[in-house]
């Protein structure tokens, strides 16, 4: 009844009619087009740039007083193990289920940190070796048999039963395993120009990344070669290393493990994005201009910052999609994560951290998204039954 009501309403008639009258006036049609026109540009315009402010989107304050140069999360991403930057040297740090960080007391000067979501390790000067399990208050130091004198470790990873250790031995750099309390012989590279910086463990063995010190850039007044070597070990023999890539460009800074995937690994460097596969092949599948940090999240997408900005890309795409992270969110991100089921980042200085939730990113941005297309199509099929009824009247159709 409501409705028929107004259907009938010979003001709502009235108003109509005027509408249209004011449309079909010859003088009035041009302008009428016009601004039609620039309204569903304007519209559409306004709606793809807040399609691409991410949703699920949280930024806190951390309390700590350095940027964090790596960090571990557990299973759930609610605890951590850091290490951060204060300034003067390198301090562990833990995060409890509350969200309070506090100082982790070692006794020894830590310089690296890697391990599992359920178990982390810890390395420092003289060989020092930590393990901890995660969320736990304290972490147990391990005394390694070390063929030689210990050194200073650079980067490690693995579990309580065997990993890897990247070791600063003298002039250069050796490459060992451990399995148990023993430590394999050490194995560095041919090349001496070759500089190994960080181990991860992957399906197979491990990789490595690094640069060479021959490929340095004046004008960066660095360093500044991507390098990738390929290293494969057991029996307390010393490993052997295989070079996968060497190529100009910053160095590769990340290197991200994957299951379920065609690749075992992902690596980002400062100009590029790799894939390895499971027989050591290397694919670039994304570059972009000086990516500083890059992780993945569960649905295996990737999610990167660089100097255009964050962006994502799914592994198969061509082209990286920038997003817009909304007001009040700091752009300076660094050291990416996954953690849980998030992702999270932490500006420079390590006073921020921004959270994102991925799957409310993929949800809400294909519904607005697909929303957006309803309306744009409703405005368009609205303006030409407007310019139609004005024709059709024009010529005594109706």
């Keep these: 009844m409501f409705f028929n009501f107004i259907g009938y309403s010979p003001s709502v008639d009235n108003i109509i009619e005027r509408l249209f009258a004011f449309i079909d006036s010859p003088r009035e049609r041009p302008w009428v087009a016009m601004g039609a026109l620039g309204i ?18 949280s930024v806190s304050d951390t309390g700590l007083s350095g940027s964090v140069v790596d960090i571990m999360w557990d ?13 003067d040297d390198l301090e562990m740090m833990i995060r409890d289920s509350q969200g309070t960080w506090s100082v982790l007391d070692c006794n020894c000067n830590v310089t690296a940190i890697g391990g599992t979501e359920s178990l982390w ?11 901890m399990y995660a969320g736990s208050n304290s972490i147990a130091p391990r005394s390694f048999n070390w063929p030689d004198t210990p050194p200073e470790i650079v980067s490690l990873d693995g579990d309580i039963d065997d990993g890897w250790l990247i070791v600063e031995d003298g002039s250069g750099r050796l490459v060992h395993t451990w399995s148990g309390l023993n430590v394999s012989e050490g194995a560095s590279y041919s090349i001496s120009t070759i500089v190994m910086d960080e181990v991860e463990v992957v399906s197979g063995g491990a990789l490595i990344i690094g640069h060479d010190m021959a490929g340095s850039n004046p004008a960066q007044g660095q360093a500044s070669s991507e390098v990738l070597i390929d290293a494969a070990g057991g029996s307390g023999s010393a490993p052997q290393l295989i070079l996968l890539h060497r190529g100009a460009g910053s160095p590769f800074h990340t290197i991200v493990p994957m299951d379920d995937s065609s690749f075992i690994a992902i ?35 990737l999610w ?74 409703l405005t368009f099929v609205a303006f030409v039954g407007f310019g139609g009824h004005a024709l059709m009247r024009k010529h005594d159709i109706i």
């Design 40 to 57: 569903f540009i304007l519209f559409g315009a306004v709606w793809v740039n807040q399609a691409q402010v991410l949703p699920g989107v």
């Design 267 to 301: 690596v980002g460097g400062g100009d590029a994005i790799y894939g390895v596969s499971a027989d050591r092949d290397v694919h670039r599948i994304a570059g972009s201009i000086g990516v500083s940090t890059i992780a993945i999240d569960d649905e295996g997408m």
């Design 304 to 377: 990167f910052k660089g100097d255009n900005g964050l962006s994502t890309l799914e592994i198969g795409d061509a082209q990286p999609t920038n997003v817009i992270c909304p007001d009040g969110a700091p752009t300076d991100l660094t050291t990416a994560a996954s953690s849980g089921e998030n992702i999270v980042m932490f500006n420079e200085d390590g006073s921020s951290r921004v959270t994102i939730d991925p799957s409310a990113q993929h949800s809400l941005l294909r519904s607005l998204s697909l929303l957006g297309d309803l309306i744009l199509v």
């Design 121 to 131: 390790v810890a390395g420092g000067e003289d060989g020092w070796i930590g393990i």
């Design 75 to 87: 299973t759930d991403g609610e605890q951590a193990l850091a290490l951060v930057d204060n300034g």
